[in-house]
């Protein structure tokens, strides 16, 4: 088969690959859509050196959606056929940890061990490939009235559901979401799912544009100042949740202030250096500071609200290439061409 093959920081080509082999309880999957994530980029720049991917050769991507052609041992017991239109995530864990029982395998206890735990695109081969191996448990059938380019978005769209929901909103919450990108716009929806009075998203440019464009209230950081400007439009309480999808040092900072007392920052932006808090506003207004990784049981319950338009993926959809060209593609995603959001290949 063809895949993207990373044999180091920033050296990628299309190559031939032997088609990989369903072991038990996993499918072999034709990838029909797959889309390039931030993380993807990451990944492939070489951000995360030993973790993300553990070794070379690589093929990264993990947000496909495509159909199953060959079972693996058991697999066909666990509900599914070939044929079964379905969507993939990342993570294959472990499901007998403390973590895991929970409910909570996006921290899997046994997370490293690859053995137990997979996370493909990451830490395991991924989907950047006309075939994918998926354990049963990290491939979701596809609703008939999903399209495979909405199936492949169905990743993000729960990513950023769980951010949401680690936000604890509340019916009638303000809700800041700081960085407008793909999942910063989609928690945007989420919020508002979950049932937000109102979401305000901070960013510049084409994307805070596109923020605008589907109604949520804006604030440019470029023009003035974040904290300042969300407090007057709150009545100088300021909002209860924010979702920082950004993950930089100022996005940070800004939430923290920015937050009502009491308030909430769910953070899913992953930080590449590290970032200096004061905490003393945290301690003394009983604020808070979550992480956010990856999703938990969320691509079940992303799928109607995909489905019947409160999520709106479609609306990210801003580019598609052949994996041929996946150099053009991830060029494309990186700077942002024509106003790039989600970059779909179809191998």
Request: hydrophobic fraction near 40%; charge should be negative; charged fraction near 20%.
């Amino acid at each position: 088969m063809k895949a993207v093959v990373l044999t180091a920081p920033n050296e990628f080509a299309i190559e031939e690959v032997p088609k990989p082999t369903p072991g038990p309880q996993e499918v072999l999957c034709r990838v029909k859509a797959v889309t390039i994530c931030g993380t993807d980029a990451h990944l492939l720049r070489g951000d995360y050196p030993g973790f993300w991917p553990p070794s070379h050769p690589f093929i990264p991507g993990h947000e496909w959606a495509g159909v199953v052609c060959e079972l693996g041992e058991g697999a066909g017991a666990l509900g599914f056929a070939i044929g079964d239109r379905v969507a993939g995530t990342s993570h294959d864990a472990c499901g007998f940890c403390k973590k895991c029982v929970e409910g909570r395998y996006n921290v899997c206890e046994n997370y490293g061990n690859t053995d137990v735990h997979r996370q493909y695109g990451h830490n395991w081969q991924g989907a950047f490939a006309e075939y994918v191996v998926h354990g049963v448990k990290s491939v979701f059938h596809l609703p008939d009235e999903l399209s495979f380019q909405e199936g492949a978005l169905l990743d993000p769209a729960a990513i950023a559901l769980h951010t949401a929901e680690r936000g604890n909103i509340s019916s009638g919450d303000t809700v800041v979401v700081l960085g407008p990108g793909p999942v910063g716009l989609l928690a945007g929806d989420a919020a508002r799912a979950l049932g937000a009075g109102r979401v305000i998203v901070i960013g510049r440019g084409e994307r805070l544009a596109k923020a605008a464009e589907l109604g949520f209230e804006t604030v440019n950081y470029a023009t003035s100042d974040p904290v300042e400007t969300v407090q007057g439009m709150t009545d100088g309480v300021g909002p209860d949740v924010a979702l920082d999808c950004a993950g930089v040092p100022d996005s940070y900072r800004w939430a923290l202030a920015m937050l009502h007392k009491g308030g909430r920052c769910a953070s899913v932006g992953i930080p590449v250096e590290d970032v200096l808090l004061s905490l003393q506003d945290l301690v003394l207004y009983e604020k808070e500071l979550v992480g956010v990784r990856a999703t938990a049981g969320g691509m079940r319950r992303a799928m109607p609200l995909v489905a019947d338009g409160r999520i709106r993926v479609n609306e990210l959809h801003t580019h598609t290439f052949p994996l041929d060209e996946f150099e053009a593609a991830i060029d494309t995603f990186n700077e942002r061409r024509d106003g790039a959001l989600k970059v779909i290949l179809e191998p």
